[in-house]
């Protein structure tokens, strides 16, 4: 079982940045893919970034490309998201996401979210 906790959201101002945290703990397998959602009010969840555990090149929503930017410490199981240049399209619920691959099944887990809020 792994379970995922979001941190650093909160309220900016458009133009500002804020640093979100995924801390994991839990039976976490070297092989497994590590995500940022989030959904806005009256939308569906959408995906945000991913990147492995292995160090491949992360892949990012055209939304966020160039403004936000995924990295992860597996050293200390966390995983963060770092947003540049917020916009108020931004604001939402952000979810942490791990699948991770255990005897060729994978497993899914999320976090339960932090509020990203972008004023205008």
């Known amino acids: 079982q792994v379970q995922l906790v979001e941190s650093g959201g909160g309220l900016v101002q458009a133009g500002g940045s804020l640093r979100l945290s995924c801390a994991a703990s839990g039976s976490i397998v070297s092989s497994n893919i590590m995500g940022w959602y989030r959904q806005a009010p009256g939308k569906q969840r959408e995906l945000v970034a991913t990147?492995?555990?292995?160090?491949?090149?992360?892949s990012y929503a055209d939304p966020v490309k160039g403004r936000f930017t995924i990295s992860r410490d597996n050293a200390k199981n966390t995983m963060y998201l770092q947003m540049n240049s917020l916009k108020p399209e931004d604001t939402a619920v952000y979810y942490c996401?791990?699948?991770?691959?255990?005897?060729?099944?994978?497993?899914?887990?999320w976090g339960q979210g932090t509020q990203v809020t972008v004023s205008s």
């Open positions: 990147m492995s555990n292995g160090g491949g090149n992360p």
């Open positions: 996401k791990m699948v991770s691959y255990y005897s060729w099944r994978p497993y899914e887990y």
